[in-house]
């Protein structure tokens, strides 16, 4: 393997492992490889393992944001839905009149929170003129929406609207820091794994076989190999399968499953969700993201040469029925 994304650390950094184990049995016993930073062979586990919690974290908010869209979603479609019931009765009751020309024009579900929530508020505020005007014919006021539906209940709602929108900002920031965190272990990471190719050279270098053992940090020469085709669906109750075509590459070493939570694929956030021999059955089963009904995982199934260069196959996302 080889660094080239957030994905290939963890494999990496299971090939230094134990290649810095056998580097220890050949040194002396009180003369042990130690990098320049102090970092041991048992610091390196421990920063494998600190960023396995952090790949972990980064997947929870990522789940986080997910949750805090789809809720904010939902409520813009109960508001939009208010609206356009409201627009309705203007247009009906105040035909021609100043009232219908100042109702607002619904704005776009996917608008952000200033150009979605500005029509809203006009809406309150040109409610609460119409109940304190006259009723024109046929009409009762206080208006009452469907279901017995009030302004306050309509003032309720665009509170809960602003705190949605909160929710999203909040979640999306914690998302940033923990990708800020992640990214500060893999600076971490590379660096000592740099460190250790220089050091093992210098301490052992008549060991042919070590030397020639030694992992790869960055990939080696050779062509990108072509994606594979692949399709996912899902398996009841919480796990979806994963099927693929053989790459035809000649110097293939394995395939990979990468996937993050959420709709969208991002390479930056992927993790390796399984890994296949390359003579393996070509399929992935997999419950991963898949916690709760209505949760969806984004994937690619991601061909691997010995050389570490990679392909990964055009994302697929699957839905954990609600």
């Given at each position: ?54 790949l ?95 302004l ?106 990468r ?9 930056e956030?992927?993790v ?16 991963f993201?898949?916690?709760q ?30």
């Open positions: 393997m080889a660094i080239t994304d957030n994905a290939s650390y963890g494999p990496t950094l299971n090939e230094f492992i134990p290649h810095w184990g056998d580097v220890l049995v050949a040194l002396p016993p009180d003369k042990p490889l130690v990098l320049k930073s102090g970092l041991t062979r048992a610091g390196l586990i421990t920063l494998r393992d600190e960023l396995g919690t952090q972990d974290l980064v997947q929870e908010e990522l789940n986080d944001v997910e949750t805090a869209t789809e809720a904010l979603k939902q409520k813009k479609a109960v508001l939009l839905a208010r609206l356009n019931e409201f627009n309705g009765i203007v247009d009906s009751y105040y035909e021609g009149t100043t009232f219908q020309a100042a109702r607002p024009l619904a704005p776009g579900i996917g608008e952000g929170e200033e150009k979605f929530t500005e029509p809203l508020r006009d809406m309150k505020s040109l409610w609460a003129k119409l109940n304190a005007a006259p009723a024109p014919t046929g009409l009762t006021l206080p208006l009452v929406l469907d279901g017995n539906f009030a306050a209940d309509f003032t309720l709602l665009l509170q809960g609207l602003k705190d949605a929108f909160e929710a999203v900002a909040l979640a999306e920031q914690d998302l940033k820091i923990e990708r800020l965190r992640r990214e500060a272990k893999h600076k971490v990471i590379y660096e000592s794994l740099r460190q250790y190719r220089l050091a093992v050279p210098a301490r052992l270098p008549n060991n042919e076989v070590l030397l020639a053992a030694l992992p790869r940090l960055t990939p080696g020469p050779g062509s990108t190999p072509d994606a594979v085709n692949a399709s996912a669906v899902f398996q009841a109750p919480n796990q979806f399968k994963v099927v693929y075509d053989a790459s035809e590459a000649a110097d293939l070493k394995e395939y990979q499953l996937g993050n939570v959420g709709a969208t694929f991002k390479s956030d992927a390796v969700i399984a890994t296949n021999a390359k003579d393996a059955p070509r399929e992935f089963v997999s419950a993201g898949l916690t009904p209505g949760a969806k995982v984004s994937v690619s199934v991601y061909v691997i040469t010995n050389a570490g260069n990679q392909k990964g196959s055009p994302p697929m996302t699957i839905t954990r029925p609600a």
